[in-house]
């Protein structure tokens, strides 16, 4: 069975700083492409950031662009998201996930990822 568990959310100041770590189990994580989604209150799930199983190829929403940075390390089925200058519009929920297929192009359409967490709440305050 796959498990997917997202931890490091929090509540922060506006400007500040943010890590957010995801394990996988149940899977051969170093072959899929690993994501980061996040929804707020009232709006749709949007994609936040991916990363191929290689981690060579990255991709970013353009709110975020800049600002976070996805990483992961196969040798611990692990990824994380460090966010710098948080800003109120970033409070959400933030999921990770993983791709259906494997070796699979990153993509910012959650179709393309089957296995998610519960998700970690990030609050950023004003």
């Known amino acids: 069975q796959v498990q997917v568990v997202e931890s490091g959310g929090g509540l922060v100041q506006a400007g500040g700083s943010l890590r957010l770590s995801c394990t996988v189990s149940?899977?051969?994580?170093?072959?899929?492409?690993m994501g980061w989604f996040r929804q707020a209150p009232g709006k749709q799930r949007e994609g936040v950031s991916c990363?191929?199983?290689?981690?060579?190829?990255?991709d970013y929403g353009d709110s975020v662009m800049g600002r976070f940075m996805i990483s992961r390390d196969n040798s611990k089925s692990t990824l994380s998201l460090q966010m710098n200058n948080l800003k109120p519009d970033d409070t959400a929920v933030y999921y990770c996930?993983?791709?259906?297929?494997?070796?699979?192009?990153?993509?910012?359409?959650?179709?393309?990822?089957?296995?998610w967490g519960p998700g970690t709440q990030v609050t950023v305050s004003s």
């Open positions: 990363i191929t199983s290689s981690g060579f190829i990255t």
């Open positions: 149940g899977l051969t994580f170093r072959r899929h492409t």
């Open positions: 996930a993983a791709s259906v297929a494997i070796y699979a192009a990153c993509s910012n359409s959650s179709g393309e990822f089957g296995y």
